[in-house]
């Protein structure tokens, strides 16, 4: 399986500021890579697919890059509603498998 | 737009079989790829299988020989049995959509099951 960690695992800050989450591949998932956000008892919310694509709606102070085996996820002037938990899932091969998460606190 | 909402009981025994529903409404449920992930307390998310309309399946081989996924077109309904539940088991199970894109979205809401005597 491949394995996904992402760093930190949790992150205080505030409102305004821009933040940058990583997730690393145990081997190359080329673009298959989406990210989640998940406020506490709700669903993820698919944010970002195939490493950089923005779905439809998402703000645009949310982007992703990266490719191979490490990928970003930057949050530039976080507002009041991006405190929430932040997932990456790989796609590449089966099963599907997900990063730890990292906790986005208001500092 | 479509929606979807898992329901089943929220409190299994052990060794039983959980068994939940995804109810898909705003579209049909012809055409697409329907998982089952889960989360355990603290934990992270799982993927533990889909089902394509027309029936095939994979799931996650770390469940293969316990789960099952259906898809009931009949009813837009899609479901999950999970046999010889453990403590383990105990998350929250979601249901979610394979897009055309290939990734996952929309997602249920969630639905807690414990796995307790």
């Known amino acids: 399986d491949i394995q996904l960690t992402q760093s930190p695992s949790f992150l205080s800050t505030s409102v305004g500021d821009s933040v940058t989450i990583t997730c690393r591949a145990s081997q190359d998932i080329r673009s298959y890579l989406a990210w989640y956000q998940q406020r506490p008892g709700k669903a993820p919310k698919l944010l970002i697919y195939a490493a950089s694509t923005l779905l439809s709606g998402v703000p645009s102070r949310f982007s992703g890059s990266g490719s191979g085996t490490e990928f970003t996820l930057t949050i530039s002037s976080l507002q009041p509603e991006d405190f929430a938990t932040y997932h990456c899932q790989q796609l590449n091969s089966y099963p599907l498998t997900f990063g730890g998460g990292t906790q986005v606190e208001i500092k | 737009q479509v929606q979807l909402q898992e329901s089943g009981p929220g409190l299994v025994k052990p060794s039983e079989t959980l068994s939940l529903t995804c109810t898909v409404s705003g579209d049909s449920i012809s055409g697409y790829y329907w998982s089952w992930f889960r989360q355990p307390p603290g934990k992270r998310l799982e993927w533990m299988g889909y089902?394509?309309?027309?029936?095939?399946?994979n799931y996650n081989p770390s469940l293969k020989s316990r789960v099952t996924i259906s898809v009931d077109t009949s009813k837009n309904q899609f479901s999950l049995r999970l046999s010889s539940v453990t403590a383990a088991d105990t998350a929250v199970y979601y249901c979610?959509?394979?897009?055309?894109?290939?990734?996952?979205?929309?997602w249920g809401q969630g639905t807690l099951v414990t796995v307790s005597s």
């Open positions: 089902s394509y309309y027309s029936g095939s399946t």
């Open positions: 979610a959509r394979r897009d055309t894109t290939g990734y996952y979205y929309p």
